[in-house]
């Protein structure tokens, strides 16, 4: 005879997710209403070029429908390598390319592959916030350091936080700040690590947005971080394909096949038609990242016009992504603002999601259209206006 309860099971998380829980700034904005106009996305609005999404339907009507292999699929890794290659990763074979279900698990496969409980993991203050969550998963201690008054390095404190650290995780161009990192930073930072054991991941997913006239400079060209990177790429921001999840990993062997046995574990092999279509972004796509990048170049301009007639915004100039980063000077945290920012009918994101030192700043994304820059930023002068009256 079998007994049954209503009583509810007193199962409790695992160390990790309790971990993540405790440590993770996060945020989870409430469903927008019709009404609101939203400045806090961190996705293209562009739909995916036509000629990928046709890759994919022409791939599904040939049967493309099984399994493919764990690392992916040949001509793709072949045509990232070329790619690689082509950005001055000198010798990158597609036998180092791992094809991930989207950056983030890319990612993931990189830093849990790295980490051990108590490794100490060095990121920019503020960053991106998925960097923290995936370090505490692992068990490992994130060292946050704060960037300098430009957004760019403290190279200083940086060298400083890098003495016995397992792991740097940055990105480039940088979300949220919207800056580009310098080749001599660069080449600052492969100076600092010269003779350690440090690993670097260099988050690469906005490369093809930038907006200054100095070409930018991915770390697989620096001698300096090559052997040591892990470079992290996704198709979702320049080729508008959010959605698709698919993403790459290349680096040293050794990293990539430890990082490879985590991502197989958790996700297995990326769908093989979703590949099809990347493979197409990258034979194909080139006008349309210009045609985009251009578009957000606009944006960009309306947005920081709008903002620069907002007393107490403290601007800075982006030059890569598609956000704004501004430092405000009312005396409330970044999340109440943003709390009270929705009222007034605009959304975005509060600057201490992305760290302790992005308090008193908001995010601004310009991946939206025009009227709608101009209508979120109209609202945000007003809620700003009435906060202070």
């Known amino acids: 005879m079998t007994l049954t309860t209503n009583a509810a099971l007193d199962v409790a998380p695992s160390a990790a997710?309790?971990?993540?829980?405790?440590?993770?700034?996060?945020?989870?904005?409430?469903?927008?209403?019709?009404?609101l106009v939203s400045l806090a996305m961190g996705e293209p609005d562009f739909d995916t070029p036509e000629r990928v999404t046709e890759?994919?339907?022409?791939?599904?009507?040939?049967g493309r429908?099984?399994?493919?292999?764990?690392?992916?699929?040949?001509?793709?890794?072949?045509a990232l390598a070329e790619r690689l290659n082509a950005s001055g990763a000198e010798g990158a074979s597609a036998a180092d390319v791992l094809i991930t279900q989207g950056g983030t698990a890319g990612l993931a496969a990189a830093i849990l592959s790295i980490v051990d409980p108590g490794d100490?993991?060095?990121i920019p203050d503020p960053t991106y916030s998925l960097y923290a969550d995936l370090v505490s998963m692992a068990g490992g201690v994130t060292v946050g350091v704060p960037l300098a008054d430009d957004l760019h390095w403290d190279l200083e404190a940086l060298a400083d936080a890098l003495s016995g650290a397992k792991l740097f995780v940055f990105?480039?161009?940088?979300?949220?700040?919207?800056?580009?990192?310098t080749r001599e930073e660069l080449e600052a930072l492969g100076a600092m690590l010269d003779g350690t054991d440090t690993v670097v991941i260099s988050d690469e997913a906005y490369a093809s947005l930038t907006f200054t006239d100095r070409r930018f400079t991915s770390a697989v060209e620096i001698d300096g971080l090559r052997l040591r990177t892990i470079?992290?790429?996704t198709f979702s921001k320049s080729y508008a394909m959010t959605g698709w999840r698919v993403g790459y990993l290349w680096g040293p062997k050794a990293l990539i096949s430890a990082a490879a046995r985590v991502h197989n574990t958790f996700n297995g092999s990326v769908n093989t038609f979703v590949q099809d279509a990347a493979l197409a972004a990258v034979q194909t796509c080139d006008a349309d990242i210009a045609r985009m990048r251009d578009a957000y170049r606009r944006r960009g301009e309306i947005m920081r016009a709008g903002l620069a007639a907002i007393p107490g915004l403290t601007l800075s100039v982006p030059e890569g992504a598609f956000y704004q980063f501004p430092g405000y000077d009312l005396d409330m945290s970044s999340a109440q603002l943003v709390a009270r920012l929705r009222e007034h009918g605009v959304?975005?994101?509060?600057?201490?999601?992305?760290?302790?030192?992005?308090?008193?700043?908001?995010?601004?994304?310009?991946a939206a259209s025009d009227d709608a820059i101009r209508t979120g930023v109209a609202r945000l002068a007003e809620g700003l206006a009435a906060l202070r009256s």
């Not at 993770?24 to 209403?33: A, C, D, G, M, Y």
């Not at 990105?171 to 990192?181: E, R």
């Not at 201490?352 to 601004?364: D, K, M, P, V």
């Open 171 to 181: 990105c480039n161009p940088s979300n949220p700040t919207g800056i580009a990192h």
């Open 347 to 366: 959304a975005v994101r509060p600057g201490g999601e992305f760290g302790a030192h992005g308090e008193r700043h908001l995010r601004l994304s310009y």
């Open 65 to 78: 429908t099984h399994y493919s292999p764990l690392y992916g699929e040949n001509d793709l890794r072949e």
């Open 231 to 233: 470079y992290c790429q």
């Open 120 to 122: 100490r993991v060095v």
């Open 17 to 35: 997710v309790a971990r993540v829980v405790a440590a993770s700034r996060r945020v989870q904005q409430p469903q927008s209403s019709g009404e």
């Open 55 to 62: 890759a994919a339907i022409a791939s599904l009507r040939s």
